[in-house]
């Protein structure tokens, strides 16, 4: 999910925008599972890092995306949001790498 664009700005200064996997929810096997996530990713947009990651996303608010987990029978959901280099650095000084703290 890591892929680079770059972009130009209006006064000719070309920035990175770097898609990336900000969250991950491992929802269990349910009726309506995207019923069910809904109250998980609210209470992570809540968050400081929630919080800045919809304010500073770039273009469009961040998406997420449904995955059959086949291990556990259930799903995992990513939420996905494009952010400018700067402000992914300081979203990793801030809270660190999302990737290293998930098991």
Known sequence: MDKVR???TKDNQVI???KRVFHKIYMGDCEDPDLMVADP???WQ???AGKFVMEHAVKES???HRHV???TYGYTYLIVAEMESKKLAE???KWGDPKNTWK
Do not use: A, M
């Open 16 to 18: 990175e925008i770097h």
């Open 91 to 93: 979203f990793y000084l």
């Open 69 to 71: 987990d086949q291990i």
């Open 46 to 48: 809540q968050t400081d």
């Open 62 to 64: 961040p998406t997420w």
């Open 6 to 8: 770059y972009q130009l």
């Open 41 to 43: 990713i609210w209470k």
